[in-house]
């Protein structure tokens, strides 16, 4: 288990951000590879990462979608970060044109993980905190360390009590 900030602030993120920063993402990305840009194969980190690939590989026109299953968090408490599935090695060997891609990047752990795993891999998230930041070599916004983010597959519209009541 390891020590965490408490998470004194909350961003919530709709399912049109997510879209909007993912794409954002595929854009800086594009023209990157080292095949005349192009990039060969894009593996999610599941289960977060899953959404933002499918987002960047279809604006990027990458058939090859593989997944690598690291487990870390029980809600917002971490352990050690297990890698419990690989993608194919066969196709994705040192990571050399292969693009990874997650939702987030908080203390760096998982993708620590990851990287060990693909070394030559473009390792990508949509949002960084401060702490893993230098593990990403590409994000799109950053938050500080003590916000936690809500994703929309984790959220659900609801009422809210206007500001003035009425009875
Ligand atoms: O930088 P770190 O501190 O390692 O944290 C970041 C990771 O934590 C979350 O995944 P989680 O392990 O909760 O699993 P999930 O994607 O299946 O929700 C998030 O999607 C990142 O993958
Ligand atoms: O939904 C999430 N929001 C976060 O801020 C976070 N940090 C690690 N893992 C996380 N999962
Ligand atoms: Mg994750």
Redesign the pocket.
């Known amino acids: 288990m390891t020590d965490r900030l408490p998470h004194e602030k909350g961003f919530h993120v709709s399912w049109d951000q997510l879209h909007r920063d993912a794409r954002a993402l595929a854009w800086r990305l594009q023209g990157q590879g080292p095949d005349e840009g192009a990039w060969r194969a894009v593996v999610a980190?599941?289960?977060?990462?899953m959404a933002p690939a499918m987002i960047v590989a279809r604006e990027l026109d990458i058939r090859v979608v593989d997944t690598i299953s690291?487990?870390?968090?029980n809600h917002q408490t971490?352990a050690a970060?297990k890698i419990i599935k690989s993608p194919d090695m066969d196709v994705i060997g040192d990571g050399t044109g292969v693009l990874v891609i997650?939702?987030?990047?908080?203390?760096?752990?998982?993708?620590e993980a990851v990287r060990r795993h693909m070394p030559k891999a473009q390792i990508a998230t949509v949002y960084a905190?401060p702490m893993?930041r230098p593990?990403v070599d590409t994000f799109i916004t950053e938050v500080s360390q003590d916000t936690w983010i809500f994703f929309p597959w984790d959220m659900a519209l609801q009422y809210v009590k206007p500001y003035r009541g009425t009875d």
């Open positions: 980190i599941t289960r977060g990462g690291v487990k870390s968090y971490q970060p997650d939702d987030l990047v908080d203390t760096g752990k998982t993708i905190k893993g593990q």
